[in-house]
């Protein structure tokens, strides 16, 4: 059965290599050694040296699941050391990169036998927690066959997902019945594991690390870029913006007046995109510059910025502490059929907040925010452009709308000490094997 699983695999990856090199190429290339399980001696970007005898392993898909692993992190016991954190995404190994240090984040190797052996003879993991989920059976068999404790930590199985989940309900068994300990979400999601086969004992409810997550800094220095482009101007920010979307966004601030209402900063999901969204944006009347113009290198001056309407913000790790500056937010990933982002880091700062219909991927979190009233709901270009133009002539009634959103999150804080709570036999695994 392995033989043909790692044979599927193989083909599989055979078949989209090439459409992923040449889709996303200039980000997979450099990351082909380290997912084949080849660690040159010595520090590489991207491959940390391990400390001696191994230590936590947190395994993160990409970037919204790096920030609940940093917000782990950052309430482990000291004896728990500094972990190694994994990921799928290149988008989600900078963010891990930022949050945990160069030496610390590696790439997921791929689920094939001389991959995923390599992997744990260099890094040498005692314990396993995969954020979210995401359960790859080789990597899953290898921490078994080596008895290291595993546990899943901000667990949730959506609803597209159980449906494909529970047609292949009887090969489950295997790929999860070797996890310890499942700390899911919402009881919607524990009552899915259950009727996938997973025991009632090793299931339990935690909440939601991202409500925990802490206002990020900003730094001063794109702070004040930000003000100085914004000149006086209101601030719009339209943060994870997907294919597709940013053209609907633009549209909408035409629609609104443009740059003589206020500054737009637009923040593309993927780093791969900016260059092609800076070339549709150039096609419109819009004065438009992009954020690594700015980025001065030591010891260079720094530049004026001209009179722009619009911010393109190719850069990563600055947008959540960004959205403190705004106005107002428009998620993306909400107009077109993605399933939406992440609306916490912005419901910290209090802003009102405006999403399309697109929110599956978070769906209790949705339902949350709508009952609350804690945002506005907006289906295309000319009613986001009309819910901007709201929050912009009723400042007061906006300012009240942010409030609820803050207010949703605080409600909901405590995941983490539940959490920790869930790890502490996987947490003792680590101290034990110090001791020794």
């Given at each position: 059965m392995w033989l043909f699983y790692q044979a599927g695999m193989a083909l599989t990856l055979a078949l989209a290599g090439p459409f992923l090199l040449a889709r996303r190429g200039r980000h997979y290339l450099a990351t082909l050694a380290g997912r084949l399980g080849h660690y040159p001696a010595g520090h590489t970007p991207g491959s940390p040296i391990p400390p001696p005898g191994g230590g936590l392993w947190l395994h993160a898909v990409s970037v919204g699941e790096v920030g609940v692993a940093a917000t782990l992190a950052?309430?482990?016991?000291?004896?728990a050391g500094s972990p190694l954190v994994t990921t799928v995404t290149p988008t989600g190994q900078e963010r891990a990169r930022a949050a945990f240090g160069e030496e610390a984040a590696a790439y997921l190797p791929f689920d094939l036998g001389f991959a995923v052996h390599r992997f744990f003879a260099r890094f040498r993991p005692r314990a396993l927690v995969l954020v979210e989920g995401d359960?790859?059976?080789?990597v899953l068999r290898e921490a078994r066959r080596r008895k290291i404790p595993i546990a899943v930590i901000?667990?949730?199985?959506?609803?597209r997902s159980f449906r494909r989940m529970l047609r292949f309900k009887r090969w489950l068994g295997p790929l999860l019945g070797g996890i310890d300990r499942f700390g899911m979400q919402t009881t919607v999601d524990r009552q899915r594991l259950l009727a996938l086969g997973v025991e009632a004992d090793r299931v339990v409810v935690t909440g939601n690390l991202k409500?925990?997550?802490?206002?990020?800094?900003?730094?001063?220095?794109?702070?004040?870029?930000?003000?100085?482009?914004?000149?006086?101007?209101?601030?719009?920010?339209a943060g994870s913006t997907m294919e597709g979307e940013e053209a609907q966004?633009?549209?909408?601030?035409?629609?609104?007046?443009?740059?003589?209402?206020?500054l737009l900063v637009l923040a593309p999901r993927h780093p791969e995109r900016w260059d092609e969204v800076h070339r549709q944006l150039q096609q419109r009347d819009l004065r438009i510059a992009r954020r690594s113009r700015f980025a001065a290198k030591p010891g260079e001056p720094d530049e004026p910025p001209p009179r722009v309407d619009l911010l393109l913000l190719d850069s990563l790790g600055e947008l959540a502490a960004l959205y403190r500056l705004a106005a107002a937010v428009f998620i993306g990933g909400t107009l077109v059929p993605t399933g939406g982002h992440n609306p916490l880091e912005a419901a910290v700062f209090s802003l009102p907040i405006l999403v399309g219909p697109s929110m599956h991927h978070f769906a209790e979190m949705a339902q949350h925010f709508d009952r609350a009233g804690a945002w506005e709901r907006v289906a295309d270009a000319e009613s986001l452009a009309n819910g901007w133009s709201r929050a912009l002539d009723d400042p007061r009634a906006a300012a009240g709308r942010g409030e609820r959103a803050r207010v949703l999150v605080e409600a909901n804080r405590g995941a983490t000490a539940?959490?920790?709570e869930l790890l502490e036999p996987l947490l003792a695994t680590l101290r034990g094997a110090q001791e020794s």
């Open positions: 950052r309430h482990l016991p000291a004896e359960y790859w059976p080789l901000n667990g949730r199985v959506s609803e409500y925990d997550t802490t206002e990020p800094d900003l730094d001063p220095a794109l702070e004040s870029l930000i003000q100085r482009l914004a000149t006086g101007r209101p601030v719009l920010v966004v633009a549209d909408a601030f035409e629609l609104l007046g443009g740059g003589e209402r206020a539940r959490t920790l």
